[in-house]
């Protein structure tokens, strides 16, 4: 069953509520099962720097939409990694931490009691932070969940949402997949590498994709590679590269407002004037006319 979660409630000083006093305000959505054993939250966030206290519970956090460039603070600064649409973060219960905000933040947030982690054997999968890892299939989830809440109530409804969050909790706690689609050998060897690079490349658009670094992670040779890619493909390893990336500008440029320049860095292009022309090139328009297109639409 789901309930409304009272955020002012001064029983249930739970972890939702104290991000509510930390951001002095409470979360657009929120919804609790009837036992308090998870709590689910949008929450809307602006500029700022924050401080959070340790919560009671670990905190699975998904970025929705808003700026590709939120950071944590890391031992004596702010992190090189950034928080950008799609990202999740696990923090641990009762660890503080500090968020760097500078924009718009749009974020789902789902917290699990410990005792059902206890239970679930998985505490130590929670005992560490970890901060902004990509995750498409959360990222899917909660977007489904809150498309749901936004619909008119009905038992059927309910249930529904009941079932995606029952989802979203057994995917965080299984925690990082150990293999992927790409892991399963298929009848071709080759094949399965390929399927991996892709995978691999499609994961971490932003990392340094050499040919050369990528032929010896698959034990054949630079040519070899360059043929059976094309083969599989019909592109070669640095087009798919690069596609990939592009892919991932047009969905930062239309689910954010991180300048072009952030967007170039956070993809691994060497400039900016070098991502607009690759821009340009893929989709016929410029990185500023795509987003202004996609804003209107």
Same mark, same amino acid.
């Given at each position: 069953?789901?309930?409304?979660?009272?955020?002012?409630?001064?029983?249930?000083?739970?972890?939702?509520?104290?991000?509510?006093?930390?951001?002095?305000?409470?979360?657009?959505?929120?919804?609790?099962?009837?036992?308090?054993?998870?709590?689910?939250?949008?929450?809307?966030?602006?500029?700022?720097?924050?401080?959070?206290?340790?919560?009671?519970?670990?905190?699975?956090?998904?970025?929705?939409?808003?700026?590709?460039?939120?950071?944590?603070?890391?031992?004596?600064?702010?992190?090189?990694?950034?928080?950008?649409?799609?990202?999740?973060?696990?923090?641990?219960?009762?660890?503080?931490?500090?968020?760097?905000?500078?924009?718009?933040?749009?974020?789902?947030?789902?917290?699990?009691?410990?005792?059902?982690?206890?239970?679930?054997?998985?505490?130590?999968?929670?005992?560490?932070?970890?901060?902004?890892?990509?995750?498409?299939?959360?990222?899917?989830?909660? !977007?489904?969940?809150? @498309?749901?809440?936004?619909?008119?109530? $009905?038992? #059927?409804?309910?249930?529904?949402? =009941?079932? *995606?969050?029952?989802?979203?909790?057994?995917?965080?706690?299984?925690?990082?997949?150990?293999?992927?689609?790409?892991?399963?050998?298929?009848?071709?060897?080759?094949?399965?590498?390929?399927?991996?690079?892709?995978?691999?490349?499609?994961?971490?658009?932003?990392?340094?994709?050499?040919?050369?670094?990528?032929?010896?992670?698959?034990?054949?040779?630079?040519?070899?590679?360059?043929?059976?890619?094309?083969?599989?493909?019909?592109?070669?390893?640095?087009?798919?590269?690069?596609?990939? !990336?592009?892919?991932? @500008?047009?969905?930062?440029?239309?689910? $954010?407002? #991180?300048?072009?320049?952030?967007? =170039?860095? *956070?993809?691994?292009?060497?400039?900016?004037?070098?991502?607009?022309?690759?821009?340009?090139?893929?989709?016929?328009?410029?990185?500023?006319?795509?987003?202004?297109?996609?804003?209107?639409?």
């Amino acid at each position: 069953m789901i309930t409304a979660c009272n955020i002012a409630s001064p029983s249930a000083w739970h972890g939702e509520a104290i991000i509510a006093d930390t951001l002095r305000r409470g979360p657009e959505v929120s919804l609790e099962s009837s036992d308090g054993r998870w709590r689910f939250s949008r929450w809307r966030q602006f500029v700022g720097s924050y401080a959070l206290p340790g919560l009671p519970d670990p905190l699975f956090v998904v970025q929705l939409a808003g700026k590709a460039n939120v950071r944590t603070w890391d031992r004596d600064g702010w992190s090189d990694d950034a928080a950008y649409p799609g990202a999740a973060t696990i923090v641990p219960a009762t660890m503080q931490t500090r968020w760097l905000v500078d924009g718009e933040l749009d974020v789902i947030t789902l917290s699990i009691d410990s005792d059902e982690l206890r239970s679930a054997s998985v505490l130590d999968q929670f005992s560490r932070m970890r901060f902004a890892f990509n995750d498409p299939l959360g990222s899917a989830l909660s !977007r489904q969940i809150l @498309a749901e809440l936004y619909e008119p109530e $009905s038992g #059927a409804r309910d249930i529904y949402v =009941a079932s *995606l969050i029952d989802a979203l909790k057994a995917h965080m706690l299984r925690g990082p997949a150990r293999t992927t689609a790409a892991d399963f050998p298929v009848s071709a060897f080759s094949s399965y590498r390929i399927h991996h690079m892709m995978d691999t490349i499609r994961r971490h658009p932003e990392a340094e994709h050499s040919l050369e670094k990528m032929a010896a992670d698959a034990g054949i040779t630079p040519s070899h590679l360059c043929r059976v890619f094309r083969k599989a493909t019909n592109m070669t390893p640095h087009q798919f590269v690069l596609k990939t !990336r592009l892919e991932r @500008a047009q969905q930062m440029l239309a689910q $954010s407002d #991180a300048p072009m320049n952030v967007i =170039a860095e *956070l993809l691994g292009f060497g400039s900016q004037s070098s991502f607009n022309r690759a821009f340009l090139k893929f989709c016929g328009e410029t990185p500023s006319c795509y987003r202004n297109r996609r804003s209107l639409s």
